[in-house]
């Protein structure tokens, strides 16, 4: 299971950094993904990392803005968001399947994070 935390509101222009723990498995063969889903839209994968962390892929809308980071002693990732804007509005979760390479389809994960709310608002 994923744990998810970090969401909330924040003005356009802020930042917030989404947590995700992992329990009952160890991250560190496992490549993990970001996805979002807004009100009305299908679920989108935001970006994804391997579980070496050497290859990634972040949607085009978040680049420059978003990072993904995991932290394997800690059982952690991470999805950092800056430059938030009111189109990154939208449900956040984490994603891990038992792989070397991320993906951005839902069907290819395993485990899920509940989803956390992200509200970008003025």
């Known amino acids: 299971q994923f744990v998810e935390s970090g969401g909330g509101a924040v003005q356009p222009g802020g930042s917030l950094r989404l947590s995700c723990v992992a329990s009952?498995?160890?991250?560190?063969?496992?490549?993990i993904g970001w996805f979002r889903q807004a009100p009305g839209k299908e679920r989108e994968a935001v970006g994804c990392?391997?579980?070496?962390?050497?290859?990634?892929y972040l949607l085009d809308s978040v680049k420059g803005r978003f990072a993904i980071s995991r932290d394997n002693a800690k059982n952690t990732v991470y999805l950092q968001m800056n430059s938030l804007k009111p189109e990154d509005t939208a449900v956040y979760y984490c994603?891990?399947?038992?792989?070397?390479?991320?993906?951005?389809?839902?069907?290819?994960?395993?485990?899920w994070g509940q989803g956390i709310q992200v509200t970008v608002s003025s």
């Open positions: 009952g498995f160890t991250l560190d063969e496992f490549a």
């Open positions: 990392i391997g579980s070496s962390t050497a290859s990634g």
């Open positions: 994603a891990a399947r038992e792989a070397y390479y991320g993906s951005p389809f839902p069907e290819d994960y395993d485990y």
